[in-house]
């Protein structure tokens, strides 16, 4: 009998923990030499093997300027800080800290600097504040949000040069958050408002701040270190306090490995992703955890088989759809509804639709970089109804509604869109699908009625192929190109019918679970992701085509439809916008997304 080394070429390796996708995906908490005064809200600065832990409150009644430091296996006490306070954000190294902020009986203003032995008091903050994000040194700091004197969370910035504050753009929302990164490139998490805790990110460039992607877990008295890149969120109070660590790669929040005690308002910013520390916390206590992420681990790759030696398993890395979740992500700029998407989950756009009160066509462009949605130049007509094909730099939208049924075509490079050949056949609640050379459009109504016209675009005319074979609108459409695409659903009732195009003709296939119309779907031919619309009520059901059938997978988090959708298979997806009801038009947006995941071969 042949060997898997015959057959692959190479050995089943023999590990003993499951593959991780990065070091920092491997790492885990430990316990850690204890500070000497237990404390609740103090401030923190260096790393792992060289930390301080200043501030704090260390009784139910009574705030400390107790500094310490700590050098990899215990902590010494040092000359404390001039005024007493907890609350204080921390940045900096051991011997070169600074300690902005706090609260004592109020929030203040203070402001010391840290030489590595004493304390000296320098330029105070522009606005009272406490428990506020923050990043930088003692020459370039960045101070953010935080609760003022009244007790209201804010949204204030403030930049420090070395010698002074200086008050610059305000978060985009009133939070008191966990900070990390630099003065030019920061990053704003988790936290809370004046109505609980969030799951809240904000990016700042140097000059403003952007909503990313929220976190999975909202809590408050969240810490965490890292860069605007590379983060990790730790600890905090949902409530109950939790111990979930959460690590962001630029673009999404995965779950890590849990500490051991949850806690929240510990030392923050003391270390890096792959080695950092949790000193103190509240409720009150000395105990110290310390995060460390492997620099040498077995690499997560799609289909690999191993042999895990601990678990005695033989196992396969594996991404399979029935994992996927939806998780929400920063809303759009406008609210709106009947646009159209197309793109990748890393590189779309959201183009059209109308905006209430009342119906007003628009012709808004909103690109979406896996992170953030910008506004960029609008459609020459704007209208809703609409298709849309491409990616959000070489995109098409054709099609759609204005006072009467439209066969413009614009074509999109990313700032600016521009006519070009249009449809033969004017109409709207069409389906659209390809690239911006070689799309097509499929269905739709116009008078007398339902249409069944389907037409291919070469990259610089429209041409009338095969007729779908059962004429509809409101339909979910996927493809790569103009020979190889399916659709599913549609209206004007609830349908079920899937059709499949292979460059020249349409053949029924297997249907959909459940018939609906007004659906988002992005995908191809053999890899498809369906969800949303009507029922006619609105549902929140999501399928995944694997070729041959389809299988019910987690649903969005609500019923909804009439929104733009885009994604490249049915392992990822962008679902924007439309209708949630009782609102008429909705800005908040969804990501679909499959996790690869280390499954235990079995046979059965």
Known sequence: MSEYKGIRGWKVQTVSTDPAASGVAGGTWASGTSLNTGRRAPGGSGTQTAGLAFGGRDTPSSDTG??????????????????????????????????????ITTAVTNVESWNGTNWTEISDINTSRAFTGSTGDQTAALYFGGYNPAGNRVANTE??????????????????????GTTTAALSYGGANDIGAQAY?????????????????????????????????????????????????????????DMATGRSDYADKIG???????????????TVEE?????????ENLGQVYYNSTSNAFKVTAQPVSAGTWASLSSMNTAREQQAGAGTSSNGFIVGGYTPPGVTETGITELWNGSSWTETGDLNTARRLLSASGTYTA?????????????LNESFNGSTWTEVGDLNTARNSSGGTGTSTSS???????????????ESWNGSTWTEVGDINTARRYIAMAGVSNTSALIAGGGPTASAAVESWNGTSWTETTEINTARWSLGGNGTQTSMLVYGGEEPAPSSKTESWNGSSWTEVNDLSAGKYGNGAFGSNNLQAIYAGGVSPPATAVATAEEWNVPITNNTLTVS
């Open 440 to 454: 097509l459009m499929t269905g739709g109504t116009a008078p007398p009625g339902l249409q069944a016209v389907n």
């Open 272 to 286: 890096t992703t792959s080695a950092a520390i949790a000193a103190g916390g509240e409720p009150v206590q000395a």
């Open 159 to 180: 930049f420090y040069n070395g010698t002074s504050w200086t008050e610059v753009n305000d978060l985009n929302r009133v939070i008191t958050s966990a900070g990390c």
């Open 201 to 257: 990110v904000e990016s700042w460039n140097g000059t403003s701040w952007t909503n990313l992607t929220d976190m999975n877990t909202a809590r408050s008295g969240i810490h965490g270190v890292g860069t605007q890149t590379s983060a990790l969120g730790f600890a905090g109070n949902t409530p109950p306090y939790t111990g979930a660590t959460e690590f962001w790669n630029g673009t999404s929040w995965t779950e890590l490995n």
């Open 395 to 407: 995109g098409l939208a054709f099609g759609g509604y204005t006072t009467t049924n439209s066969a």
């Open 66 to 103: 107790a500094t310490e430091s700590y050098n990899g296996s215990s902590w010494t006490e040092l000359n404390d800080l001039n005024t007493a306070r907890r609350g204080v954000s921390g940045n900096g190294t051991q011997t070169a800290a600074i300690g902005i902020g706090g609260f």
């Open 291 to 299: 995060w460390t992420a492997p620099s040498v681990f077995q690499q």
